[in-house]
């Protein structure tokens, strides 16, 4: 873990300090729900931002939303930030090419091994060499990801919360060949948008998901099972135990397409049943029912 002090001088640490100061340029792969917060989250801290998806769609809908987030701040989060200049600093664009200059990259494609599995030999071809990948992921292990590249000891796993903007703390994920340097330029690079971070080692899952994921699974069997309506099952959880958010809400932020993608990967890595799947929580996810970003999940927010 890393420590906040120090036994006598660390000057490998202020060298790595500095070189996050140093980062002019995040790159930030995928535009969708986590990709938009993340490029707001950066660009805000005055960090240019090149954010890459392959759908000029998606990339619309991010510059759109991330207007929208701007606008809404003050309602929302209690402060005005400069909405022109934040959105300036956020580059769109769907060539991978122009990541090659960035000093750091995050990405935030779906949680589907198949489709993450493709992304990271093209990172790693186009980013400098120096350039630290980070794997904003629920559940899959980093030193999976890792073995597809050729810099094992510059890819840790940076699990940032929806909505990223909001959202203090990071999880830092060591792999197991990741260096101890990459690891503290991640924490000096949240340090500086003003986000506190864990370190902890590379499991499925990790900490947050290992457990929520299995709370969120167990909540919607009892929807399934007709014990209570989630209403009341999230009531409980605010009131109960002075949750800000109970697990079904928290769900449908999450995106259900995402929780249930956690899951499996969490029952297949395990082995373990107690991470089967719901089958009514795959029923909302085939239905089309993902939660926030679909206008309905566990509950409906068309009507919001």
């Known amino acids: 873990m890393l420590e906040s002090h120090h036994h006598g001088p660390d000057d490998g640490r202020e060298q790595t300090d500095l070189a996050a100061a140093r980062i002019r340029s995040v790159g930030v792969v995928g535009a969708g729900t986590m990709g938009r917060g993340v490029s707001q989250m950066f660009a805000e801290a005055g960090i240019d931002v090149v954010c890459v998806d392959v759908s000029e769609q998606a990339l619309r809908a991010a510059r759109a939303e991330i207007d929208r987030n701007l606008r809404l701040a003050p309602l929302t989060r209690g402060f005005r930030p400069d909405h022109a200049a934040v959105a300036a600093r956020i580059e769109f664009t769907s060539d991978y090419q122009a990541l090659s200059q960035v000093g750091y990259v995050v990405e935030n494609v779906t949680e589907n091994w198949t489709v993450k599995a493709q992304v990271y030999p093209l990172l ?13 992921t629920s559940a899959i292990p980093i030193t ?3 073995g597809l590249t050729g810099r094992a000891d510059r890819v840790v796993g940076t699990h940032i919360m929806n909505p990223a903007p909001m959202m203090p703390t990071v999880e830092v994920i060591r792999g197991h060949l990741t260096s101890a340097e990459s690891v503290t330029l991640t924490s000096s690079l949240f340090a500086r948008t003003g986000r506190r971070s864990v370190v902890v080692n590379d499991m499925p899952g990790f900490v947050t998901n290992r457990v929520m994921m299995l709370t969120v699974n167990e909540a919607a069997f009892l929807i399934q099972d007709g014990v209570a309506t989630p209403s009341d099952v999230d009531r409980l959880f605010r009131e109960c135990f002075n949750h800000k958010m109970g697990p079904l809400a928290t769900a449908d932020l999450i995106g259900l397409d ?7 990967v969490l029952y ?22 993902h939660g926030r970003k679909t206008g309905a999940g566990f509950f409906d927010y068309e009507t919001i």
Request: include cysteine; glycine fraction near 6%; charge should be negative.
């Open 124 to 136: 790693d071809a186009i980013c400098g060499e120096e350039c630290v990948l980070g794997v904003n």
């Open 144 to 146: 999976r990801v890792a």
């Open 258 to 264: 995402t929780v249930l993608f956690s899951l499996e």
């Open 268 to 289: 297949e890595d395990f082995k373990d049943p107690k991470y089967r799947p719901c089958p009514y929580l795959r029923r909302l996810v085939d239905a089309g029912l």
